[in-house]
């Protein structure tokens, strides 16, 4: 493979050193990472290669695991990068770019945009006319893409000016999850489910993200986006587009997202109606955490003191296709929840008449619990009978937790998804129609609740507001384990 160096806008903020370095830096040490491959951190500060280094040295003390971190892996790896002085909007700072991959030789280049979506257009522009792009060059772009649809659409096509779609890695880090990786694995892997997986089968299908943390110092970029930009656009919608897909012809790129493209247009479009109905919004007031108190949603740092931004969103969804036509896909994220857990339940329909004097309706049998995190497991629920003399039965599951059944360590989703890009597999990056198909069912969604009044308050620490728990139930928190 070409020898490649990989640009990072955006190389001394938070994901770069939370994630991108830490990602870079174990690829580097298991051997990933070809001898010639560079690694360029481009930022506004006036720091020099050596302040860089220390910057990046103390990161990776701080998010690598510390067994993972020593200090012969780190000389090696310190020797790949290098550090630009860059204001992303000054035409002239470009040469100075220039001229550091010009030392470099002409390996293909990789650009990460990790700043904000505005940047986008401006930085492929600049770098495009200080001839910095060729055939063999790719750009990532960090979510969230855009702000909206026409905003998502000007970038797609300025961007596809400069970059072809095939150049192109609309990142989602959730794809990147070995658990969600799994979807595929568990739906395309087993004949088992897929007599059931559709209509006849599924009663409904949970897909929870819920996190403990609020909105860690990025007010002002949390206050622009809410949950639904900054989770359900993406996220949420991308894992819901694996559980419904219809089989792709194999894993390339395009026969995965022609499938998952299908199913964005096949979203059942929530008009002011349903938005009252089927939606829910909060945001969290100040509460309990781990028994100590915290602030709420307003009181964080650089949030309106009227703010209306959703912390919390609650969705029940159709899928107007005949697999899928009726089935609800409820849909639930927010931060400063009791716990973390990302979660999807499919509860399979019920048997239609119980011969052991039960209800035969009882929702912890008859499911299956896949947990993406923590504590990544498979749990099918099936009722059994419960051991003496009384016919009595009760759900048990039968129970695949992926850290003792496969010894070898899985990799981090980042680590994973560079070196997709590294080595050119797009099959795990949206494709720029699946982005637009998805902001237009999403749009008139917050446009609708633009009219409405505030977010439901929902206490830190507690299950989300009690409208979600009517509309989707109670496996919008964590599964409850039998
Ligand atoms: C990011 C969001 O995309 O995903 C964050 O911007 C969120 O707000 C994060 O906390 C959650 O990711 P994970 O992998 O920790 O579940």
Known sequence: MKAQVLVIFGGTGDLAMR???????????????????????????????????????????????????????????????????????????????????????????????????????????????????????????????????????????????????????????????????????LRFGNGLFERLWNRDGIRDVQITIAEQVGVEGRGAFYERTGAMRDMVQNHLLQLLCILAMEPPLSLEADAVRDENLKVLRSLKPLGRDEVVRQTVRGQYTAGQMHGAPVAGYLDEPDIHTDSRTETFVALKVELNNWRWAGVPFCLCTGKRLQSRVAEIVVNFRDVPHSVFGVPATDTRGNRLVIRLQPDESLKLYLMTKAPGDEMTVRPVSLNLEFATAFSTSRRDAYERLLLDVIRGRLTLFMRGDELDAAWQWIDPVIQAWHEQDHPEPYAAGSAGPDAALALVGQGHVASCDA
């Open 19 to 185: 994630k991108l370095l830490p990602a870079l830096y174990q690829n580097h040490r298991e051997g990933a990472l070809a001898d010639g491959m560079r690694i360029v951190g481009v930022g506004r500060e006036g720091f020099d290669r050596n302040a860089y280094l220390a910057k990046v040295c103390d990161a990776l003390r701080q998010f690598v695991p510390v067994d993972d971190f020593d200090d012969a892996h780190w000389a090696i790896f310190s020797s790949r990068l290098d550090f630009v002085q860059l204001d992303a909007l000054i035409s002239s700072d470009y040469e100075r770019l220039a001229d550091t991959l010009r030392v470099q030789g002409r390996p293909a280049r990789i650009f990460y945009l990790a700043t904000p979506s505005e940047l986008f257009i401006p930085i492929c522009a600049e770098l495009n006319r200080a001839g910095l792009v060729s055939v063999t060059s790719k750009v990532v772009l960090e979510k969230p893409l855009g702000h909206d649809l026409i905003s998502a659409r000007h970038i797609n096509r300025e961007v596809g000016t400069i970059f072809s779609e095939n150049q192109i890695y609309r990142i989602d880090h959730y794809l990147g999850k070995e658990t969600v990786q799994n979807l595929f694995a």
